[in-house]
């Protein structure tokens, strides 16, 4: 990933803590769908730079399951207060020895879902990125309206400026 758009990715989701992580499954009829979860992102900027974002899961989960026929996903970001807006697909993998690394990047919220570091059923989710797609207002919200106001006054019309970029990594 080149370092301009590793930098604007960080920046665009280092203080989003929850993303919405999408797969497909099936139904009861066999039926493909789309499924979606939240997910508290585990914050690794050398992750990042290796186009890598981690998660905690169970081994034993639908997700996993779900994820483990061929780790196509999604993960969407939106910090509305802001206008931005960051849609990320990958392919999910799963570590369970890397010891380390969970220690790294143990938080005490996860104490709820697990026994601690030590859980025999705790895992990393791995989402090697592959694509990323981001919309980031140059203007927020008030300060756009307001804008637009103005110009519809002064007899101008160009609409609100929105960066809009794909990269594929």
């Known amino acids: 990933m080149p370092e301009q758009s590793f930098e604007?990715?960080?920046?665009?989701?280092?203080d989003i803590e929850y993303c919405m992580?999408?797969?497909t499954t099936k139904d009861d009829r066999g039926n493909a769908y789309i499924h979606s979860r939240p997910m508290k992102t585990l914050w690794d900027e050398d992750g990042l730079r290796n186009q890598r974002l981690y998660f905690f899961t169970s081994k034993n989960c639908a997700k996993t399951r779900e994820l483990g026929n061929n780790g196509q996903c999604n993960?969407?970001?939106?910090?509305?207060?802001n206008h931005t807006y960051v849609s990320v697909s990958g392919t999910a993998s799963f570590m369970e020895n890397d010891r380390e690394l969970i220690k790294r990047l143990w938080n005490p919220f996860f104490d709820m879902y697990f026994k601690g570091i030590d859980d025999p059923n705790l895992c990393i989710m791995v989402i090697d990125i592959h694509h990323c797609e981001y919309w980031d207002s140059s203007q927020g919200n008030m300060m756009a309206i307001i804008t637009t106001y103005i110009k519809d006054a002064l007899g101008i019309k160009e609409p609100i400026q929105t960066e809009n970029v794909k990269?594929?990594?």
Request: net charge positive; proline share 0%.
């Open 167 to 169: 990269l594929t990594v």
């Open 21 to 23: 992580l999408s797969s």
């Open 8 to 14: 604007k990715l960080k920046n665009l989701i280092k």
């Open 75 to 81: 993960l969407s970001f939106s910090d509305a207060s």
